[in-house]
């Protein structure tokens, strides 16, 4: 099963970016289908950003035109870069792999966005 690591969370104050990373600890993601979910402390974990194997996109209506998802060229990595960061964006980001065969989750990574 594909391991998921993440990086790149950190504080930040509010209109400030971050970008996150994902990355497969063995070969590529070329397979999966791609998606960053956050959870807010006493909040269920909600979707954020999704990327298909093909590269369509989808982003869930609090972060559109401030949020985007993308994938490298060679597939190793999958990226949200994260602009006008409002505090309610605060939360656990966590990436997501599926195929027909397997879902992954990575270890999480905190985004804290100051007012």
């Known amino acids: 099963q594909v391991q998921l690591v993440e990086s790149g969370g950190g504080l930040v104050q509010a209109g400030g970016s971050l970008r996150l990373s994902c990355a497969a600890s063995e070969g590529t993601l070329s397979g999966y289908n791609m998606a960053w979910y956050r959870q807010a402390p006493g909040k269920q974990r909600e979707l954020v950003a999704a990327?298909?194997?093909?590269?369509?996109?989808h982003y869930t209506d609090s972060v559109k035109g401030r949020f985007t998802i993308s994938r490298d060229g060679a597939k190793r990595t999958v990226y949200l870069e994260m602009n006008n960061l409002e505090p309610g964006d605060t939360a656990v980001y966590f990436c997501?792999?599926?195929?027909?065969?397997?879902?992954?989750w990575g270890q999480g990574t905190q985004v804290a966005v100051s007012s």
């Open positions: 990327i298909t194997v093909g590269g369509s996109t």
């Open positions: 997501n792999a599926e195929n027909y065969a397997t879902i992954a």
